[in-house]
C-alpha cells in the first residue's frame, strides 16, 4: 500500500530577535505577562524589505529538498500555507516557484488558507496526491511574516506579542515500506465563530458581515456608485486593519478541538494516546500545549514546544518545530508522530506518521 512520507524537512526563522523586553518599550505589557500566559520569550521578525513569507519559505525548502535527497527540479507540486501573502494575489505558491528558479518546469502551484492548521490541511492535501500517485515530490510550505501587519500599540498588544515570522517545509514523497509514513489525516472547520480570530481588512467583505462582529461598526466606505472599497482611511485612522482575537474564547475552544481531533485520528487507526511517541502541535500557547499533553497523559518531554524562542508562527509553527525535533534526534525510526493544529476559522486538524 503507497503511503506518504517526508522525505526531507527544513525550517528557516529570520535572525532578528525580539524579546519580551524590547515590546514593552513601544506598549503597556511586560515579561513576567507574556511569559506567564503564553511561555513565549522572544519572537523573530523578517527583515524589512528584504524577507516575505515567499523568501523564508524558500529558505525552509532548500534545506528540505537538499535533505530529501533531491533537486529543486525534481519537485512536481508545490503547496503554499500562509496566512500572510505577499499578494492579496496570486499567492505564495507560484512566487515560491519562482523564487527556488523553476517556473520552466510549469509545476502546479496551490495556496491554502487555513491559518494556524494550513500546515496540516496541506498535509492531507499532499497525502491524497501521493497516495493516488499523482505526484512523487511534493514540496508543502507552511510560511508568515506577522511583524508587518501587527499593531504595536497597547491597543494591539493581546494579538501582538503571541506572533513570529518563520518558515518551514517538507518534502513527501511516496514510500511502500510496510506501516510507514502517514497513516491518516483528519480534518474540520466551523465558520460560526469567524470572525473571532480574524484580520479583515483589507477584504471584500463590504460591511457585509459587520453585526458577527457584535457591534455596529462602520468601515468608512465613501459613497460610490458601484462597487466598495477593499480599504478606507477610515480604516488606518480607526485601527481597522489589524488582526483581532477574542483570545479567551480562542483558548476555549482550542483546549477542547486539539484532544478531540487528536483522539479522532487514534480512534481510526485502533491506537491510543499511550501509543504516541511525540505531539508536535501547533505552538499557539505553551499553556494550551501543557493542556492538551496533560489531558492525553503525554509526559512534557513528548509534547514539543519551541513557542518559548519563536512565538506563534501560525502555518510555519508546525513545520519548524517538527524540523527541530527531528534535528534533536527526538523522532525515531518507527516512532508514532502526532501534529494537531487549530485556529482561525475555526479550523483545525491532526496527523498521524509513523516515522
Ligand atoms: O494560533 C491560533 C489560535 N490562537 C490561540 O489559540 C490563542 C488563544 N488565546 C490565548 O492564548 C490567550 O487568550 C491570550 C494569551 C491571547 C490572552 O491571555 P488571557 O489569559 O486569555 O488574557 P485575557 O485576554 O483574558 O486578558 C487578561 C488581561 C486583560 O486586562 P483586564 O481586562 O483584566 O484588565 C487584558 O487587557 O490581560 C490584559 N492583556 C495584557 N496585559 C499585558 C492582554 N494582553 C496583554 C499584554 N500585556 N500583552
Redesign the pocket.
Given at each position: 500500500m503507497l503511503r506518504t512520507k517526508i522525505a526531507g524537512i527544513g525550517s528557516y526563522v529570520p535572525e532578528k530577535t525580539v524579546t519580551n523586553h524590547d515590546l514593552q518599550k513601544v506598549m503597556d505589557?511586560?515579561d513576567e505577562?507574556?511569559q506567564e500566559?503564553?511561555g513565549i520569550r522572544e519572537r523573530h521578525y523578517a527583515e524589512k524589505h528584504k524577507e516575505t513569507s515567499t523568501t523564508m519559505g524558500a529558505r525552509a525548502a532548500e534545506i528540505a529538498i537538499e535533505r530529501a535527497g533531491i533537486s529543486k527540479r525534481d519537485v512536481d507540486f508545490i503547496i503554499f500555507a500562509t496566512l500572510s501573502p505577499d499578494y492579496y494575489f496570486p499567492g505564495c505558491g507560484v512566487l515560491l516557484q519562482r523564487e527556488l528558479g523553476i517556473t520552466d518546469t510549469e509545476i502546479p502551484a496551490l495556496d491554502i488558507r487555513n491559518q494556524?492548521s494550513g500546515f496540516v490541511y496541506g498535509l492531507s492535501v499532499a497525502d491524497q496526491f501521493i497516495k493516488t500517485g499523482m505526484y512523487k515530490n511534493i514540496l508543502l510550505v507552511g510560511a508568515e511574516i506577522h511583524s508587518m501587519g501587527l499593531d504595536f500599540t497597547t491597543e494591539g498588544?493581546?494579538v501582538t506579542?503571541?506572533f513570529g515570522d518563520g518558515a518551514g517545509a517538507v518534502v513527501l514523497q511516496p514510500t511502500d515500506e510496510e506501516g510507514k509514513g502517514v497513516l491518516t489525516t483528519k480534518l474540520h472547520s466551523n465558520g460560526t465563530y469567524a470572525e473571532k480570530?480574524a484580520m479583515i481588512n483589507p477584504g471584500a467583505h463590504g460591511g457585509y458581515h459587520s453585526e458577527k462582529m457584535g457591534e455596529d461598526i462602520d468601515w468608512g466606505y465613501p459613497e460610490t456608485e458601484y462597487g466598495q472599497m477593499f480599504i478606507t482611511q477610515h480604516m488606518f485612522d480607526n485601527g481597522q486593519i489589524y488582526p483581532y482575537?477574542d483570545?479567551?474564547f480562542?483558548?476555549k475552544m482550542?483546549v477542547q478541538k486539539f484532544p478531540e481531533v487528536i483522539m479522532e485520528a487514534l480512534h481510526s487507526q485502533s491506537l491510543t494516546a499511550a501509543d504516541i511517541n511525540l505531539l508536535v502541535p501547533?505552538q499557539?500557547?505553551l499553556r494550551?500545549s501543557e493542556f492538551v499533553g496533560k489531558k492525553l497523559g503525554l509526559s512534557p518531554a513528548q509534547v514539543w514546544s519551541n513557542i518559548q524562542r519563536y512565538g506563534?508562527t501560525?502555518a510555519a509553527s508546525i513545520p519548524i518545530a517538527l524540523c527541530e525535533a527531528v534535528e534533536a534526534g527526538a523522532v525515531k525510526a518507527g516512532d508514532l508522530v502526532c501534529l494537531a493544529a487549530?485556529?482561525?476559522g475555526f479550523t483545525w486538524g491532526s496527523a498521524l506518521i509513523r516515522w
Open positions: 505589557t511586560t505577562w507574556i500566559r503564553t494556524c498588544r493581546n506579542v503571541i480570530l482575537m483570545g479567551p480562542v483558548f482550542a501547533h499557539a500557547n494550551i506563534n501560525t487549530f485556529g482561525s
